[in-house]
Nanobody, 112 residues
Framework: QLQLMESGGGTVQAGGSLNLSCTAS?????MAWYRQAPGQPRELVAI???????VFADSVKGRFTVSRDNAKNTIYLQMTSLKPEDTAVYYC?????????WGKGTLVTVSS
């Protein structure tokens, strides 16, 4: 069974930066970052496979960067110029044999 472990969340002031990591227990291709703010639906932030990565959410383009290290089965989300509206639980998702697996999430809180 695929397991995903996120890390790197925390509390930061507006304008600050945080780097999130997600490590998969198996070698997989498709991985993604989602986030869910309080009272809001889960939102796709970025997607990546073994050869390409793309930030998907318009609200974070130009501020967030997604990357991966295939040798470590790890993807990263570099977040800069953080805003209070970026406050959310950030989740990692991986696909394996047609099924989606989720990490437990890491909380990012941006204070104004």
């Amino acid at each position: 069974q695929l397991q995903l472990m996120e890390s790197g969340g925390g509390t930061v002031q507006a304008g600050g930066s945080l780097n999130l990591s997600c490590t998969a227990s198996l070698t997989i291709s498709n991985m993604a970052w989602y986030r869910q703010a309080p009272g809001q639906p889960r939102e796709l932030v970025a997607i990546t496979d073994r050869s390409s990565s793309r930030v998907f959410a318009d609200s974070v383009k130009g501020r967030f960067t997604v990357s991966r290290d295939n040798a470590k089965n790890t993807i990263y989300l570099q977040m800069t110029s953080l805003k209070p509206e970026d406050t959310a639980v950030y989740y990692c998702k991986g696909g394996l044999y047609g099924m989606d697996f989720w990490g437990k999430g890491t909380l990012v809180t941006v204070s104004s």
